[in-house]
């Protein structure tokens, strides 16, 4: 039981347009929910976060938006650049519940060409 | 400097062995965790210490034995190793359980069973 999803194992982009992953959730608890980015043989590296109290967070040329309604949240980066290529993992976790235990989604995996 | 060390970063061992994976973090964090990333590229959480203390254990076999000797360090023990044990084992830590959302990875270490 996938509690947290991301549809698009890859996406690929060209350098200077905007990326934008999705992310979708099904435990209405989940209040707080994070953004890591992953290089290869590297650990998972915190990018952004979100509490389910905002709508939007934005830090340099990474947003994160939430919809609530929808339990969806995506990442947009704008503009994409080629040192952006990684693995992008959506999590989430009930904030104050089970400290630490960050429920991720698969990743997609981001190409951006030059 | 690394933050969250964990050594070997790669280990090919046979079946039925024991070993060990070493963690340590200099960001003078109280949580520590353990997750793994197994071949479907899931990535679950094993084991939450906080201030050596054992908060969270998911269903982890009982071979899997996590060692705390201090808040600095959080060793993973594995016994009668088996081919399912083939994983990516990351270890991360936090600063507190309040604020134990937001968490920082080690590089992974890469088991393989053979």
């Known amino acids: 039981d996938q509690q947290v999803k991301q549809n698009s194992p890859s996406l690929s982009v060209q350098e200077g347009r905007i990326s934008i992953l999705n992310c979708d959730y099904t435990?209405?608890?989940?209040?707080?929910f994070l953004w890591y980015k992953k290089y290869p043989a590297e650990g998972p590296t915190f990018l952004i976060s979100i509490s389910s109290i905002k709508d939007k967070n934005e830090d340099g040329r990474f947003t994160v938006f939430l919809n609530k309604s929808a339990k969806h949240l995506s990442l947009h980066i704008v503009p994409s650049q080629p040192g952006d290529s990684a693995v992008y993992f959506c999590?989430?976790?009930?904030?104050?519940?089970?400290?630490?235990?960050?429920?991720f989604g698969k990743g997609t995996k981001l190409s951006v060409k030059p | 400097d690394t933050a969250v060390s964990q050594t070997p970063k790669y280990l090919v061992t046979q079946m039925g062995n024991d070993k060990s994976i070493k963690c340590e973090q200099n960001?003078?964090?109280?949580?520590m965790y353990w997750y793994k990333q197994d071949s479907k590229k899931f990535l679950k959480i094993m084991f939450s210490y906080n201030n050596k203390e054992l908060i969270i254990n998911e269903t982890v076999p009982n071979r899997f034995s996590p060692k705390s000797p201090d808040k600095a360090h959080l060793n993973l023990h594995i016994n009668s190793l088996e081919l399912g044990d083939s994983a990516v084992y990351f270890c991360a830590s936090s600063a507190d359980r309040a604020s134990g959302n937001t968490i920082y990875f080690g590089e992974g270490s890469w088991l393989t069973v053979v």
């Open positions: 960001l003078g964090h109280d949580t």
């Open positions: 435990n209405s608890m989940f209040d707080y």
């Open positions: 999590a989430a976790s009930i904030y104050g519940g089970s400290q630490g235990n960050l429920i």
